[in-house]
């Protein structure tokens, strides 16, 4: 096959859960293990870090696995969903699978896909940890997709685990409450395995030290031992970095990350401990490794979508944030700009209670409704009936440039456009 019906095979036969939702949520680990064993368990020939997480784990394995790189290891990253390529999803020092490999691992593999018909997410895990060993990578920071415990990362034992933090999403799979769903993400706490947490929340804390007892595996709240405080942003040759102060034991210094949304302060002190805890086993990370990586994060592992300016005059932001968290945060960055209008960009899924986001959305903006182009998405006449009762009002323009475009048209220079709501509305936009 090439390439490209290579593609087609894994999307129209394989259940995509970023297309189609729950039909394609597999809650246990049976074909995961099976497709490993199929492939002689190349999950066992290289280190890993495991990171799971509400909201932030993308930024935190992409950040991971740039500082790896900037130490000189040969570093995998296994992240989903793709914004604009298959192939984003894995990585080996920022460069992406080739097609070569995709198709090849179809090829060998396609007798027993046909027969085990894996989910989409089952198969591409597989397809990650064949490239990893086959490449013979140092090390692998892997995602979890959702959850933890019924992941298809989970077959992994790692150097460590990391949590970021706790939020309501996916409830129809994870549970109801905080604790209900911090006890699906703690099921990647493996026994003796050392796991950092990067933000303490109170409904949270105790799930995750008593999983931790259970496992004998040591814990640290990452944000007892760094706290961080943003100073604002500083340019950085071509680029702008966000600047921190952080204090550990007493002992302040200046950093500079190049992820520049607020809601980043969350995850970095689960970032800084977590490169404390592998020089603790080992692993040679210098500072000028740690303090490169934390800068360059962006051209070093192709990171897209997070806090991502796409243009001035107007000012035209994307953010993948699409959880009631994930939007708080966004909302609260906006406030820091000054501008003349707000303009909102907005789409979101359908198999999601959106009413409390929609409720957080201010009123005064300007709304340009619009949808992803995949089944899950919530049809933008819909999505603008939804906002109606919530007092937000706009037009209705379906395809995510077309509605970008609209509002480029209308704004003036010193007017602000925000893109977002979904992953997937971010991911169509042309110029990322």
């Not at 990171?51 to 784990?57: E, L, Q, S, W």
């Not at 969903?81 to 090849?104: A, D, Y």
């Not at 989910?119 to 013979?136: G, I, P, R």
């Not at 995510?400 to 997937?424: H, M, P, Q, W």
Request: net charge negative; proline share 3%.
């Amino acid at each position: 096959m090439t390439y490209q019906e290579t593609l087609e095979y894994l999307f129209s036969s394989l259940p995509m859960f970023q297309r189609v939702g729950a039909s394609a949520f597999k809650a246990d680990l049976g074909n995961t293990i099976a497709l490993c064993a199929h492939l002689g368990n190349p999950e066992r020939k290289f280190k890993t870090i495991h990171v799971a997480g509400t909201n932030g784990k993308g930024s935190t394995s992409h950040t991971l696995a740039a500082i790896f790189q900037a130490a000189g290891y040969k570093t995998g990253l296994y992240t989903s969903p793709h914004l604009k390529s298959f192939t984003e999803r894995i990585r080996i020092n920022g460069k992406e699978i080739t097609e070569e490999s995709v198709v090849l691992f179809v090829e060998e593999n396609k007798l027993l896909l046909d027969r085990l018909k894996p989910s989409f997410f089952e198969m591409t895990v597989a397809m990650a940890f064949w490239y990893f060993a086959q490449q013979k990578v140092d090390i692998a920071i892997i995602e979890v997709g959702m959850g933890g415990r019924l992941d298809s990362t989970n077959v992994i034992t790692p150097e460590l685990s990391l949590i970021t933090n706790i939020g309501m999403d996916h409830m129809q799979f994870l549970g109801e409450s905080l604790p209900e769903i911090a006890g699906e993400k703690a099921g990647i706490i493996k026994s003796g395995v050392p796991v950092v947490i990067s933000q303490t929340q109170a409904e949270t804390t105790s799930v995750f030290q008593q999983k931790a007892k259970e496992m004998n595996a040591s814990i640290i709240f990452a944000d007892s031992v760094y706290s961080v405080k943003r100073l604002g942003e500083k340019r950085l040759g071509p680029s702008v970095a966000a600047e921190y102060e952080v204090t550990k034991n007493g002992k302040s210094e200046v950093i500079h990350f190049g992820l520049t949304g607020n809601y980043q302060r969350h995850n970095l002190p689960g970032i800084l401990m977590a490169i404390d805890q592998m020089r603790n086993q080992g692993w040679d990370i210098s500072t000028m490794a740690r303090t490169k990586g934390l800068a360059e994060v962006l051209p070093l592992t192709g990171l897209k979508g997070r806090w991502q300016v796409l243009g001035e005059k107007p000012t035209v932001i994307a953010d993948t944030g699409h959880n009631e968290p994930g939007i708080r945060e966004v909302l609260d960055q906006l406030e820091t700009y000054s501008f003349t209008n707000l303009w909102m960009v907005i789409g979101m899924v359908q198999d999601k209670d959106i009413s409390k986001i929609l409720a957080l959305l201010p009123k005064y903006a300007s709304y340009v409704f619009c949808q992803a182009d995949l089944p899950r998405a919530l049809a933008a006449n819909h999505l603008a009936e939804k906002a109606a009762f919530f007092g937000l009002q706009g037009e209705i323009i379906p395809n995510v440039n077309e509605a970008l475009a609209f509002a480029r048209k209308n704004a003036g220079v010193d007017d602000l456009i925000f893109v977002g709501g979904s992953t997937f509305v971010v991911a169509e936009i042309d110029e990322l």
